[in-house]
């Protein structure tokens, strides 16, 4: 399996969006995936986006413009606008905090049921797996009830730690193989993603 983004003018660019609740470490992602080093954040308020053009893998020399959304509750109502005619949706999750595995869920399955996501790829990033009482990755998919998802809906969940970048390259591959060939198409008529 695989796509073939070869016909990508070096102009262009993947929209991927990255979600989920506040803490989860969604802005550390992003830096890691800039930077390939930690940079210590604080909590978003709005958005940060970058672009960048990825570095290891399958998904090589592929550039993407991030959009990293706060996840505080009075800026979930932003997650629609910014996930919508994207090519992928990243998920943070905190592998941790079971206490707001629920609300994580809550909120995932309502930004795959806008009618803009119907089918768009989804990796779920399983953070701070680095940490004593993570929970492993198939108890996270089981949590967020991701057989429930729309059969349209692939996703992958991907066990990480973005502090110090483990298994952030190998999710975005997981996520690159996901988005497809056919979403190419689309790119040229994006307005304001290119």
């Not at 905090?97 to 869920?105: F, G, H, I, Q």
């Not at 119907?118 to 701070?128: C, F, R, S």
Request: net charge negative; glycine share 8%; aromatic share 8%.
């Amino acid at each position: 399996m695989g796509n073939s983004f070869s016909n990508i003018a070096a102009f262009q660019s993947l929209h991927i969006v990255l979600l989920g609740l506040d803490s989860a470490g969604k802005t550390t992602v992003l830096y890691r995936l800039k930077f390939n080093e930690f940079v210590n954040t604080v909590p978003t308020i709005g958005f940060n986006t970058e672009r960048i053009k990825l570095s290891n893998g399958t998904a090589k020399g592929i550039s993407c413009h991030f959009w990293d959304v706060g996840g505080q509750e009075k800026l979930r109502p932003l997650w629609k606008s910014y996930s919508r005619c994207t090519d992928g949706i990243i998920y943070v999750v905190d592998s941790v905090d079971v206490d707001r595995l629920e609300e994580a869920k809550t909120e995932l399955h309502k930004v795959t049921k806008f009618a803009e996501n119907q089918g768009t790829p989804l990796l779920v990033i399983a953070n701070k797996q680095d940490l004593p009482k993570s929970l492993p990755v198939h108890e996270i998919e089981k949590q967020l009830a991701l057989h429930e998802l729309s059969p349209s809906t692939t996703y992958h969940v991907q066990p990480a730690c973005a502090i110090i970048g483990e298994g952030l390259h190998e999710g975005m591959d997981q996520l690159y193989e996901m988005i497809p060939i056919l979403g190419l198409m689309c790119l040229s008529n994006k307005e304001g993603y290119s």
